[in-house]
């Protein structure tokens, strides 16, 4: 009987050790903080790949849309529809009254990357966001210029990072391209 006992508690102890390993091995800064934590990117079934995201798209462009704000980026409406872009793609897309854009690109450590947006009618757009892997607050410094919104953002780890675009209430469809660039590379 002691035998046994004693396979048990060594075997609670592997057990106990593990888990502390993934726990602490999960966490990360932006997920400390009071918003609860987003675990879209943990199944992101809906997430395209991006093959797939990139055929899609395309055949969204040829086809001519009924709906001003059928774009090639739709469906995008939830942190998990996000369209999958690259680093320095500029990507067209219109936002309609009610509708949230999202947008997922995945970053490298970089001590600066810029999400623009660029509108004739920027000034019918909210403040643009970014969101850290995980986390559901947004981050970064927003600057605004003629026909352009600018969000940058420091520090940046190694992840798929979302973007947010979404108009002001009670404005018309609203036309607006947007890049992500990273500006420099970290150097950690």
Request: net charge negative.
């Given at each position: 009987?002691?035998?046994?006992?004693?396979?048990?508690?060594?075997?609670?102890?592997?057990?106990?050790?593990?888990?502390?390993?993934?726990?602490?091995?999960?966490?990360?800064?932006?997920s400390?903080?009071?918003?609860?934590?987003?675990?879209?990117?943990?199944?992101?079934?809906?997430?395209?790949?991006?093959?797939?995201?990139?055929?899609a798209?395309?055949?969204?462009?040829?086809?001519s849309?009924?709906?001003?704000?059928?774009?090639?980026?739709?469906?995008?409406?939830?942190?998990?529809?996000?369209?999958?872009v690259?680093?320095?793609?500029?990507?067209?897309?219109t936002?309609?009254d009610?509708?949230?854009?999202?947008?997922?690109?995945?970053?490298?450590?970089?001590?600066?990357?810029?999400?623009?947006?660029?509108?004739?009618?920027?000034?019918?757009?909210?403040?643009?966001?970014?969101?850290?892997?995980?986390?559901?607050?947004?981050?970064g410094?927003?600057?605004?210029?003629?026909?352009?919104?600018?969000?940058?953002l420091?520090?940046?780890?190694?992840?798929?990072?979302?973007?947010?675009?979404?108009?002001?209430?009670?404005?018309?469809?609203?036309?607006?391209?947007?890049?992500?660039?990273?500006?420099?590379?970290?150097?950690?």
């Amino acid at each position: 009987m002691t035998r046994i006992a004693n396979r048990f508690r060594a075997l609670f102890s592997s057990l106990s050790a593990l888990c502390l390993t993934w726990v602490v091995a999960a966490c990360e800064p932006e997920s400390l903080t009071d918003a609860p934590l987003d675990t879209t990117d943990a199944g992101a079934p809906s997430l395209l790949p991006r093959a797939a995201a990139v055929d899609a798209r395309e055949n969204l462009r040829r086809a001519s849309p009924v709906d001003p704000c059928s774009d090639a980026v739709e469906p995008n409406d939830t942190r998990g529809q996000a369209w999958l872009v690259d680093v320095d793609e500029r990507i067209p897309a219109t936002v309609c009254d009610g509708d949230v854009d999202w947008l997922a690109i995945d970053l490298p450590e970089a001590e600066t990357v810029s999400v623009r947006v660029e509108s004739q009618h920027v000034d019918r757009l909210s403040p643009i966001e970014a969101f850290r892997p995980r986390a559901r607050k947004p981050f970064g410094k927003l600057s605004s210029a003629s026909n352009a919104m600018e969000l940058q953002l420091n520090d940046v780890r190694p992840g798929r990072y979302r973007v947010r675009v979404a108009p002001r209430d009670g404005q018309p469809p609203t036309a607006y391209t947007c890049v992500v660039r990273v500006s420099s590379a970290g150097s950690r």
